[in-house]
């Protein structure tokens, strides 16, 4: 590439760390997006810079949004009861997009794994046991990805929660084997959540 385009160089670059992205991708959507420069770019720019400036993990769930506490726990017509434990906040999403759920949510940021030296005390999950005790929860429902980090994150937090006097339940049928929330369609989300199981 010519050595004036650092600019562009530079955008390339940032866009092929995304995931899904990788450097043909990225340069495809700049181009894409200097052909479409007002309509997309600078409101992409902007869009991002806002995002930037405002964007923070709620303190409580460990959601994104924009303030300390975000929209799902600062809402009063949330079920006060129900905890959904994820992994990450694309699986708390995921699970949002099926509109089934009504409770809380508990973001982890991330599943145990001793192969990449990932603990209990790396995860969020002594801030999932001071809610329990202090929320007066009934149910935590472990949304876990199928997977064998996943899988032990669960038996670990079951372990954790099994003298708090709280149900603690997983997701059944329609979660494949393997399988990550954020890929699953919508209707598969609601029949693992309606179908749950005691762990």
């Known amino acids: 590439m010519n050595s004036n385009n650092s600019d562009i160089d530079n955008l390339i670059a940032l866009l092929a760390k995304l995931p899904g992205l990788g450097p043909r991708s990225a340069r495809r959507a700049v181009l894409h997006l200097i052909k479409k420069r007002s309509l997309l770019l600078s409101p992409l720019a902007d869009a991002m810079f806002a995002v930037a400036t405002t964007a923070r993990e709620c303190l409580i769930c460990g959601n994104i949004g924009t303030a300390d506490r975000c929209e ?16 990450d906040v694309a699986d708390l999403w995921a699970i949002e ?17 001793a192969l990449d030296g990932v603990g209990p005390e790396e995860l969020r999950i002594p801030q999932l046991a001071d809610r329990v005790r202090e929320e007066e929860i009934t149910e935590v429902i472990l949304a876990l990805n199928a997977t064998v980090d996943g899988q032990t994150t669960a038996h670990y937090i079951a372990d954790q929660l099994e003298d708090m006097g709280v149900a603690v339940t997983s997701l059944a049928q329609g979660v494949p084997i393997g399988g990550e929330l954020d890929y699953l369609d919508d209707g598969t989300i609601s029949a693992a959540l309606n179908a749950r199981k005691s762990v």
């Open 72 to 87: 799902i726990c600062a809402s009063e017509k949330r079920a006060q009861g129900q905890i959904c434990v994820v992994e």
């Open 97 to 113: 997009r099926s509109g089934v759920f009504k409770g809380r949510y508990h973001v982890l940021g991330g599943s145990l794994s």
